[in-house]
């Protein structure tokens, strides 16, 4: 990997990558996504924003997204990364309108689950929140009646 202190790995270099697995490197390192991504798995790493991991700014670049910003993303597994619900802040689910399952396993989620308009996922099927400290599924239940939804 490279180092630095700005290490990048340009994923622009893979134009067809439908797959990306990724353990203890810092999600930062992979700038920016391929929009042909399909599956995306990161685990054992710390995930501060959901939305820095998935649309990361470029240097140069403003904070907002364009209106046009999704991704292709149909798998989205982020497990043993720390996930918290302040992680979810700025994060709007409308940006994975293809998203099938996502997993959210063995983070420190506490609270109500923090899923706000992830009902706007209309092709969700799966959702894993397991090993987290979830307190109330009522407004995921609501919004999601036809997703099976694991926890424990």
């Known amino acids: ?11 622009s270099l893979f134009p067809n990558l439908q797959t990306l697995h ?5 999600p930062s390192f992979f700038v920016p996504l391929p929009p042909d991504l399909q599956l995306l ?7 501060y924003s959901l939305r ?7 240097p140069s670049a403003s904070t907002s997204l364009p209106l046009d910003a999704t991704l292709a993303l149909t798998h ?8 918290t619900a302040q992680c979810f802040d700025g994060w709007s689910w409308s940006l994975l309108p293809n998203l099938t399952v996502l997993d959210l396993s063995h983070n420190n989620l506490t609270g109500p689950a923090p899923l ?5 996922c209309s ?9 987290n400290k979830i307190t109330s599924f009522c ?14």
């Open 1 to 11: 990997l490279p180092r630095g202190p700005n290490p990048l790995i340009s994923l």
């Open 22 to 26: 990724v353990q203890r490197v810092p």
């Open 41 to 47: 798995k990161v685990e054992r790493s710390h995930v």
């Open 52 to 58: 820095s991991l998935l649309f990361p700014p470029a």
């Open 76 to 83: 989205l597994k982020i497990s043993e990364s720390s996930l």
């Open 116 to 120: 706000r308009g992830v009902d706007s």
């Open 123 to 131: 092709s969700l099927r799966s959702l894993s929140l397991r090993s």
């Open 139 to 152: 407004r995921v239940r609501v919004a999601l009646g036809r997703v099976g939804v694991s926890r424990d």
